[in-house]
């Protein structure tokens, strides 16, 4: 944080001894968990860049993200973020470019770059990141004793969502309950749970609605036919499966006698020769 200041410190007196702006074709990124983002700072390099009068800094929330001094970058710096990296090879376009892999939502936040080229000036960039909630893990279970449903739907995503629940243009979303948790991916485990009397081919829906921009991601649940079938399609499995070893047998057996009988045949030749 003090070396932060101190570069601010030392870069804006040279600010005062000389017109020298950095600019942001963009001040707003925003971008997909999972997906690259290159944010970009312009400097003005006139005629050829001297790489060893140009200092670049970026900094997020106080940390150095990128030092790149008497044309070194400073490597430690790098190494401890993999995914980051300063395209240097951009700088003679008077580019600065930081471009981030596979982001995720600890990335979000405020940016700045601090570029010193004869004089000095900074900008701030903000990064949003949204996981959309795309993989809806649903699971029926019918309470044996009330006959109710209990109907679950689960998803990942940021930011937090809500969860609508539907069926047949009815909202039902008053009966359910729902648990928020937060992985180590700062990303929000929402799990939605609706009990319901409900009646075989019925169908609900889950709504995953994203409070920025209102987009919805749903599910579509229908009430399997009891659970008398789903009982008998494992006996089935497990009968087909029984079929499956029996029949294994029997072929080893098979395979067993014959070689046996071969192995008395040859016997029989070496006892006759
Ligand atoms: C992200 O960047 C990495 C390395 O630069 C590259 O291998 C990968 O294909 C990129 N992914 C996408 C989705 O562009
Ligand atoms: C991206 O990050 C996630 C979580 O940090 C990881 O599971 C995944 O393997 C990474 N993907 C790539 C292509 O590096
Ligand atoms: C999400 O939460 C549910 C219920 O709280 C839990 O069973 C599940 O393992 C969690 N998933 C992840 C990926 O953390
Ligand atoms: C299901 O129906 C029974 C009997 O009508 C009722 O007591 C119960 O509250 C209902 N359950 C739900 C979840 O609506
Ligand atoms: C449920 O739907 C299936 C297929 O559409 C149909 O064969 C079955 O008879 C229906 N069951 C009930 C109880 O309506
Ligand atoms: C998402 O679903 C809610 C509830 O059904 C609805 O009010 C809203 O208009 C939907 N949003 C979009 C973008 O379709």
């Given at each position: 944080m003090i070396w932060i200041l101190l570069v601010l410190a030392f870069m804006f007196s040279w600010h005062l001894l000389n017109a020298f702006s950095v600019s942001v074709p963009k001040e707003k990124y925003k971008t997909h968990y999972g997906s690259n983002v290159t944010m970009e700072c312009t400097f003005p390099v006139g005629e050829k860049l001297d790489l060893n009068a140009l200092t670049v800094y970026w900094d997020k929330e106080g940390k150095f993200l990128v030092k790149f001094v008497d044309g070194e970058e400073d490597l430690k710096i790098q190494k401890s973020n993999s995914r980051l990296r300063h395209?240097?090879?951009?700088?003679?376009?008077g580019k600065s470019l930081l471009h981030i892999t596979n982001?995720?939502?600890?990335?979000a936040g405020a940016y700045r770059c601090i570029i010193g080229y004869g004089g000095a000036d900074y900008k701030w960039i903000t990064l949003t990141v949204n996981a959309p909630y795309n993989k809806i893990n649903q699971r029926i279970k019918m309470d044996?004793?009330?006959?109710e449903y209990e109907i679950t739907c689960q998803s990942e995503g940021y930011p937090k969502a809500e969860v609508i629940w539907k069926s047949r243009d009815q909202d039902?979303?008053?009966?359910a309950t729902v648990t928020y948790s937060v992985g180590t991916e700062k990303l929000f485990n929402i799990t939605s749970t609706l009990r319901v009397n409900a009646t075989v081919n019925e169908s609900f829906q889950c709504l995953f609605q994203?409070?920025?921009?209102?987009k919805n991601i749903s599910a579509q649940i229908v009430i399997p036919d009891n659970y008398a079938s789903t009982k008998t399609a494992s006996r089935t499995y497990f009968g087909t499966l029984g079929a499956v070893i029996f029949l294994g047998l029997i072929l080893m057996l098979q395979s067993f006698r014959k070689k046996h009988v071969r192995m008395i045949a040859k016997e029989k030749n070496y006892l006759s020769t």
């Open positions: 395209l240097n090879d951009q700088l003679y376009k982001v995720t939502v600890k990335d044996p004793v009330t006959s039902l979303s008053s009966k994203e409070r920025d921009t209102g």
